[in-house]
């Protein structure tokens, strides 16, 4: 029994729902819970964004259009590529295809998601970013969903097109292994490229004027993954493995799937590990964007 005050203890924290009733524990906040606010803050900073979209829904499939076009023209220089070629470092044009699509629909994923993340940046230099500090909501999320952009779906849309042109010419032995590594392929591809995202991010905390840099990595990035391996130096390719595991985003899965070697003598068993990989990156890029937070000290500083 206690009274209507509260007691705080280091283990929890004591408190009574009526008077003369039980008291009751409440535990801290885990971090499951923490995702969760996050994650519903997020959907309603962009639920915010498409309602003002949709606003002007012509203005909008203009734009969404011409995002579609825009990432069409990358696979169209490359049909013109194979109207003077049969093979491309010994890969035909469905095989460049399938490595095209995974790519384009695996950065269209984190594009979406997390492509706002370069405007840290510029909120760094003015000082808004202050603003976002004061919510009560993640500052991640925040800079991860302001100004989201459904035009985004433009690549996506246009990487499942090519994808799937890729699965009809592109003659794979499919087994089970192969079939439920292709959906486990472009999750963790998008989850790769939102840590660098993030990591970008990041850098913009101490840079405060590297969006350029980070769209080396990122816009940079899938237009490597297009190609095949195999027209690259080893060192590249190890350096995109092992360095900046880029290679898992849709080189050595893929690879995998269309029963080719992996690059540069790598074992086949990489394949499985986008995961893992996945994984690995996104906490290396909480623990950097946590480091480059704590950095930040307002711009009077």
Known sequence: MCSRRTRSRPAGRWHCSRPGGRCRRSRPRGWWCRVVDGLRAYRMIAAMWIRS???YRASFAMTLFGNFATTALDFVAILLMFSHIDALGGFTLGEIAFLYGASGIAFGLADLV???MDRL???VRDG?????????APVLVQVAADRFALRRLGRITQGVLVFGYALTVVDIDWTVTRALLVPVMLLSGAAIFSAVFTAGAAFQFLAQDSAEVQNAFTYGGTTLLQYPPSIF???LVRGVTFVLPLAFVNWLPALYILGREAPAGLPSWLAFLPPVVA???CLLASVAW???LRSYRSTGS
Do not use: Y
């Open 290 to 292: 946590r480091a480059g």
């Open 279 to 281: 994984v690995a990156c």
């Open 128 to 136: 808004t970013l202050d603003t976002l500090l004061v919510r009560p």
């Open 114 to 116: 997390m492509g706002s």
């Open 53 to 55: 979209t949709m606003t």
């Open 233 to 235: 130096a080893q060192e």
């Open 121 to 123: 940046g510029r909120r």
